[in-house]
């Protein structure tokens, strides 16, 4: 690990202030940001610690909706009666994420800014990797590509965002509450990451100094969700393919429906087209398989990979089987 | 990860095996060194020391201070072996900064058995691994101990019940390469039972 200089924040003025200047990255828990230091993968010269800062509480706003602060703890989220109660997708999407350890550590903002796992981004005996060294080419288009990306890729990238929570947020709609030089945002989590196109390096849309604080999730609409982790052991591994399922029933169809994919594009991935051909439609394999394919179309798969097209429509008519109690 | 060259500890430290002299602030300023003072409470003795930042939790306990109990696996928060727990919950060590750690209660597996019933006799957690023949080379059973303490924790204070599914999730995070699995399972489940 490179040697740099350590700074806890002792307030969000000075945390801004501190987080502004060159080379200078935010420590949250530090799960990912220390295990890529390890690696040589960033360089960072300062951490600004923002862990005591007081963004810890999960707090009720007006409206109903909910504000989950940016260091309360992956952990502390997921067993929140507010969450457990009114947003189950988001505490089963939490639960499938990592391991208990990590969860403890890991905190709502962090969870955002983890990098992908692509294994020719973290390691640097690679040399072609456009989002570790951008212009240097991608090593995973022809190489070892199992766990990367069917939708949205470039042709300088095909890595895919390894978070669960975020998908879970994308479905739900949450908004990311950033407080930066120039004052404070909300950014809706569909526009928060994205897609790779040329500039792969970038992984979400915030700008230097920017420092998450918050994330507001709005009203529970859904009364029956799940969250499927497809992945390659029954626990503590990445998703190949997951699925963020979220339903409002009128009888024995289905009135609205969310429905996100993780493990398949560089961003959580809302399948929004799917999302209309299910309103109206029961539960039923048959009529729920529509959706299904909407959902991966211009799909395009690599040397390893192409089975996660299949797999995506299998996991989505499971997930929204399961979310609505039908399997 | 980092030499001798990168942090020294002093003062209470009793089992410290390499104190490196302190650079003076100008030696380290042109070697572009950094480093810090800090505190860390851990099994509830003050250790005082002077460190980069970039010394993680794990290395300051096994270098500086000279707790060896808690094992260094992949040194990347994929196994497991490096768990301690910090204000009573699990964590690993091997990706945090210990001056991050300022002021927070560290307990490690050579801590557990003040914590128990009746100092000095090994924590419940550490008399059922033992019943169970819950482990073969035993690298990993510090960090499989501490887990399941913070398991146990989180169970009584979640309400959930620990069934084996439950027990085997929940202690994903330690990976134990003899196998080891079907009897640190019953040690858990022992452990939990007896709560």
Redesign the interface.
């Known amino acids: 690990?490179?040697?740099?200089?350590?700074v806890?924040a002792s307030d969000l003025d000075a945390a801004v202030r501190e987080g502004a200047r060159a080379d200078t990255y935010y420590?949250g828990?530090?799960?990912n940001l220390?295990?890529l230091?390890?690696g040589g993968v960033e360089r960072p010269a300062r951490?600004v610690?923002v862990?005591r800062l007081p963004l810890a509480a999960i707090e009720e706003l007006p409206g109903g909706g909910l504000r989950i602060g940016a260091m309360v703890s992956n952990?502390d989220a997921a067993?929140h009666p507010l969450v457990t109660s009114r947003y189950p997708l988001l505490a089963q999407a939490l639960l499938a994420g990592?391991?208990?350890?990590?969860r403890?550590?890991a905190t709502t903002g962090g969870n955002l800014l983890q990098r992908t796992r692509c294994s020719y981004f973290y390691d640097t005996g690679f040399s072609a990797c456009n989002k570790r060294k951008p212009g240097s080419g991608c090593a995973a288009l022809e190489g070892h590509n199992r766990m990367h990306a069917i939708l949205g890729a470039s042709d300088k990238c095909i890595a895919v965002h390894p978070s669960d929570m975020a998908v879970a947020l994308a479905a739900l709609d949450a908004a990311v509450r950033v407080r930066g030089p120039k004052g404070e945002r909300a950014i809706p989590m569909r526009e928060f990451h994205r897609l790779p196109g040329d500039a792969p390096q970038r992984d979400t849309t915030l700008q230097h100094g920017e420092l998450i604080t918050a994330v507001d999730l709005p009203s529970p609409q859904f009364t029956k969700a799940h969250y499927l982790k497809v992945r390659d052991r029954?626990?503590?591994a990445f998703a190949l393919v997951s699925v963020a399922a979220a339903l409002d029933m009128d009888g024995e169809r289905i009135k609205t429906a969310r429905v996100a994919l993780g493990g398949v594009a560089h961003k959580p991935w809302r399948a929004t087209r799917s999302e209309e051909l299910l309103i109206g439609k029961t539960l039923e394999p048959e009529a729920l398989k529509p959706a299904a394919i909407a959902a991966v179309e211009g799909a395009k798969g690599y040397r390893d990979n192409k089975f996660k097209i299949e797999l995506a429509q299998r996991a989505i008519v499971r997930a929204l089987r399961t979310a609505g109690g039908a399997a | 990860m980092q030499g001798a060259a990168a942090a020294a500890a002093y003062g209470s430290a009793p089992y410290a095996t390499s104190q490196t002299p302190l650079p003076d602030a100008a030696t380290a300023g042109a070697r572009g060194e950094h480093v810090q003072q800090a505190t860390l409470t851990v099994n509830g003795r003050p250790y005082v020391l002077a460190i980069e930042p970039r010394v993680t939790l794990l290395d300051a306990l096994r270098e500086y201070i000279g707790l060896t109990g808690t094992k260094k696996g992949c040194d990347r928060g994929q196994c497991g072996a490096c768990t301690v727990l910090v204000n009573g919950r699990r964590i690993n060590s091997c990706l945090t900064l210990a001056l991050a750690h300022e002021g927070d209660e560290v307990v490690t597996v050579e801590g557990l058995s003040s914590f128990g019933k009746g100092a000095g006799k090994p924590h419940p957690v550490q008399a059922a691994f033992v019943e169970q023949d819950a482990f073969q080379c035993g690298y990993c059973t510090p960090g499989q101990i501490c887990s399941a303490v913070g398991l146990l924790a989180e169970a009584r204070a979640q309400g959930f019940e620990l069934t084996e599914d439950v027990i085997r999730e929940r202690m994903s995070g330690n990976i134990c390469r003899c196998g080891a699995y079907p009897n640190i399972v019953a040690a858990v489940k022992k452990a939990g039972d007896a709560g």
Request: aromatic share 10%; net charge neutral.
């Open positions: 690990m490179n040697s740099f200089t350590y806890r420590l828990a530090g799960t220390l295990d230091m390890k951490l610690d862990t952990a067993s990592a391991s208990p350890q990590l403890n550590m029954a626990s503590y």
